[in-house]
């Protein structure tokens, strides 16, 4: 709606546990200096910066926009700072888009990162606030009951996750800013990895990174002189719902479901599957790979680990799902939504190296946050409409 | 000449005065007091527990009381087999979701007293309590929950849960 | 650009320390009677966006407890900034003019109490270099005061009356909290607090929270009879980097002001995020307000200062004018960061 928006530059930091080299600053220019570069910008050039990221508990900065300013050269510029938890990176995105789209701006820099070994990510995760209760069991152990949950209502063959994560990890061998690299990953490796809260295992479970992501997001005028095919955002969605009420359903959330639901409204698909090339989507936990797909409308119900089982998500397959290695991979918190997003636009720009799908034309990046409560998801396509 | 700083240790310390809120309250005194006090929405009619003085779904203020039984079901669960900095309970353990006799949303907590193999959705557990001498206005009264001896709840039961 | 009214407003009141109720059960009435205020039923706003600060809260992912206080049930559209909520307006501002929806809730929450506010803003300062130095946000705002007061533009009286004015106006606004009769004369007399600051040239500790209904075109001339029309809306920020401002001075004030087309016309009030009495008449000169502009009517932020809400709260208050027909043309202004790092402006007009 509105006014259209193409990515013209995308960009990203080499993902790792710690980045020692790098200050915070150093990290997410690494990114936004990529992403200008891509889109053959330099910093003077733009309008406005909208920046993201989770809990500042995770680097111990409060509201971290203020002390970036210089470095993402947003002095005298008009600077946002979006928080949606894990959707953030995703959420960040779609505000800059629609910076855009509402004809406020003609060039939006737009980054989200997490720099999380500088804090303590499992302490802010699980720190006891009095009068709650306290969470006993981390994020996978909040997560592990719905996967088990899913698998009971699916009659998913036990295996599953270690497809998923056999499928993402060799993905990730073909993305040189993976963090997560298994040169000899294999099922038996996956599956022998230690069990930490049933039925997820350790090879099946996403790392904690310090990483950034950024693009330069521009309306069509501005896009006409960028140096490379741009991608244009068909279609943003952003749905949330309570963390918990009775008869939620945390396995197949209707947020998610109804996300997607405008998301291809908005797009004018009806058969998300088939006219989809390529998505990218935000899986921490293997067996969320499944469980989105139908979420997302790509399998019925109780089926979607058939479209893992069938090779349907990998690379070659008709529904390639995070061919950049995921989340699995790569998992900067603040910055993981915008990766999705971002790795989406580097398909149908035909930029996404060895992890190109081949003649993708358009791509869904997906994003979730809290307790599988908040989505945000966009679509990008190499033709503008 | 030395090497150049690469990264600092910056302790930050912060203090914070939590409140309760109303609801809250009224649920950690029921607790010190040995009971489960859950609210009802007055628009769904659901309960909730612990009680958080609005109900999610409508958005309304929540205020009937409903004292809810310290018997439940396990809806799902997890097996945890790493260590937690926050907890005595050594792993392996369940971790569950208990949906307690008269609630409509499940509860978090362990289960124990039991080989942690044995448990499963639909089994029928209750609260075991702390020694009411050592009772506070705490969440940590219930200590863990154990198995009862019924015969499990049928799937259907609490499949909407799930 | 699509024309944005602010339809609705409310806000709790503000308290030094509300111990009995916690941020959702402050927070639930406001937004309901923003709601019902707006005339649009609840179902049918289109986008919900919050402000809200964690290290305010005393815990992460403080913003998504308090969606319990909005029922997002079916389903909202949502999101959140971790600044001030008038920066959440914006961002529904901005998502007014794609023409994606038609009306917007925007609400702001933080009891500041919880924690030590000025220990907690030092956090918001560089980590490597600023923050282990142990400033805090009241030393960093003397620093900023002793410069102004050293340029010679203005004295520690200018400052005693701007307390005073404010504490005087803020006895007609039933939710603020510093409120009555004081001459400046009496201020001066107080002790520092923090050289050249005394205490009441600093804004109070407030718990509080805030919501507004925004909505575009016809459907805020269907439900309000006044609707209060955002002309103009636009933010900037400085570098972070004190050393390399002129810390006596707002440019990024004067630019928002400017690019919000606050430069022409007659302003009847201007409600003005200063949470020190320094950084009013800093803010003043900025903006260039023609003498007799009202300058906070409700107190403002030296009244009641409920962190990441104040701002919001200042175009709420000036919208309400509006919307009562008690004035035709308002200014609204919020800051973030350390001496106004970051400014917006907003200009409002009813019909």
């Known amino acids: ?385 | 000449m030395s090497e150049p700083v690469t990264s600092i240790k910056t302790p930050i310390r912060l203090e914070y005065s939590y409140t309760a809120g109303r609801a809250s309250t009224r649920f950690l005194r029921g607790m010190s007091e040995g009971r489960i006090l859950g609210q009802r929405c007055p628009l769904c009619r659901k309960v909730y527990v612990p009680p958080r003085g609005s109900c999610p779904r409508c958005g309304v203020a929540t205020q009937e009381e409903v004292e809810i039984s310290g018997k439940g079901t396990v809806t799902t669960f997890c097996i945890v087999r790493i260590p937690s900095e926050n907890l005595s309970v050594k792993p392996p353990y369940a971790a569950a979701h208990i949906l307690l006799d008269g609630a409509d949303i499940p509860f978090f907590a362990l289960i124990l007293e039991c080989p942690f193999d044995q448990v499963r959705m639909g089994m029928r557990v209750e609260a075991v309590w702390a020694p009411r001498e050592e009772w506070t206005a705490s969440f940590g009264n219930i200590r863990h929950f154990r198995p009862l001896a019924e015969p499990d709840a049928p799937f259907d039961s609490f499949k909407e849960h799930l | 650009m699509r024309e944005v009214a602010v339809v609705s407003f409310a806000q709790a009141k503000a308290k030094r320390r509300e111990l009995d109720a916690n941020e959702v059960e402050i927070l639930m009435p406001v937004v309901q009677e923003a709601v019902a205020r707006s005339g649009i039923p609840k179902r049918e706003i289109g986008f919900t966006v919050s402000g809200s600060c964690d290290y305010v809260a005393g815990q992460p992912f403080a913003f998504v407890s308090a969606l319990d206080a909005v029922g997002a049930w079916p389903p909202i559209s949502e999101s959140h900034v971790e600044m001030d909520g008038a920066f959440a307006l914006y961002e529904a501002w901005v998502k007014l003019q794609t023409g994606e929806i038609d009306s917007a809730l925007v609400y702001s929450f933080g009891k500041s109490s919880m924690g030590d506010p000025a220990a907690v803003l030092n956090l918001q300062l560089d980590p490597y270099t600023l923050a282990p130095l142990g400033i805090d946000a009241v030393s960093l705002a003397a620093l900023q005061a002793r410069l102004l007061l050293d340029s010679g533009r203005y004295t520690e009286k200018d400052m005693a009356e701007v307390v005073a004015r404010s504490r005087r106006s803020a006895k007609s606004n039933p939710n603020a909290q510093l409120r009555g009769d004081v001459d400046p004369a009496t201020l001066l007399a107080e002790p520092y607090y923090a050289s050249p600051l005394r205490k009441h040239d600093c804004s109070p500790v407030s718990d509080g929270a805030t919501a507004l209904v925004i909505a575009a075109g016809d459907l805020a001339r269907k439900v309000a009879k006044r609707p209060a029309w955002i002309r103009g809306i636009d933010h900037r920020i400085e570098s972070h980097d004190l050393g390399l401002r002129d810390l006596t001075r707002s440019p990024s004030t004067a630019l928002a002001a400017e690019r919000a087309g606050a430069r022409s016309g007659r302003f009847d009030l201007a409600e003005l995020h200063a949470p020190f009495s320094h950084q009013e008449l800093i803010l003043c000169e900025a903006l260039g307000l023609a003498d007799g502009v009202k300058i906070n009517p409700s107190g403002g932020a030296l009244a009641a200062n409920a962190l990441m809400v104040a701002g919001l709260t200042r175009i709420g208050e000036a919208a309400r004018r509006i919307l009562d027909g008690e004035a035709k043309r308002a200014l609204a202004h919020a800051t973030s960061g350390p001496c106004l790092q970051q400014n917006l402006v907003c200009v409002l007009e009813g019909n």
């Not at chain 1, 294999?186 to 350790?202: G, K, T, V």
Request: net charge negative.
């Open chain 1, 1 to 385: 709606m509105g006014h259209p928006c193409a990515v013209i530059g995308v960009g990203q930091t080499k993902h790792d546990v710690k980045r020692i080299d790098v200050s915070i600053a150093g990290l997410v220019r690494e990114a936004a200096q990529r992403a200008l570069d891509d889109a053959g910008l330099g910093w003077r050039e733009i309008d406005a910066v909208v920046l993201g990221k989770a809990p500042d508990m995770f680097e111990g900065v409060v509201m971290p926009e203020l002390y970036l300013a210089d470095a993402l050269g947003a002095v005298g510029k008009p600077m946002l700072r979006v928080h949606t938890a894990g959707s953030v990176g995703g959420s960040t995105a779609i505000v800059a888009a629609s910076l855009v789209q509402a004809g406020v701006h003609e060039r939006v820099l737009t980054v989200a990162f997490e720099k999380q070994s500088e804090s303590n990510a499992m302490w802010a995760l699980t720190v006891h606030v009095p009068f709650q209760q306290a969470i006993v069991a981390g994020a996978g152990g909040y997560f592990s009951p719905l996967i088990r949950a899913y698998i009971r209502r699916s009659g998913a063959p036990e295996d599953t996750g270690i497809r998923v994560a056999l499928k993402d990890r060799k993905n990730a061998l073909k993305n040189p800013y993976s963090h997560l690299v298994f040169p000899d990953i294999s099922f038996e490796q996956i599956a022998n990895s230690p069990m930490l809260w049933d039925p997820i295992r350790y090879l099946e479970t996403c790392p904690s990174s310090d990483g950034a992501c950024a693009m330069v997001l521009t309306s069509a005028g501005a896009a006409t002189r960028a140096p490379h095919r741009p991608a244009w955002v068909r279609a943003t969605a952003m749905k949330s719902e309570p963390t918990m009420f009775a008869g939620r359903d945390q396995v197949n959330p209707q947020a998610g479901r109804d996300c997607a639901a405008e998301l291809y409204k908005k797009a004018g698909i009806t058969a998300p599957r088939r006219e989809l090339d390529v998505a990218e989507i935000y899986v921490p936990f293997s067996w969320f790979e499944p469980m989105w797909m139908e979420n997302l409308g790509f399998a019925p119900e109780g089926e979607g680990w058939k479209m893992t089982y069938e090779g349907a998500t990998a690379l070659g397959g008709d529904m390639p799902v995070n061919p950049s290695g995921g989340v699995l991979s790569s998992n900067p918190i603040g910055a993981s939504g915008m990766l999705r997003f971002a790795e989406a636009a580097l398909q149908v720009r035909g930029m996404a190296g060895e992890h190109q799908v081949e003649g993708a034309r358009l791509a869904l990046g997906h994003a979730y946050g809290g307790g599988s409560q908040f989505f945000s998801m966009w679509i990008v396509g190499a033709e503008q409409a």
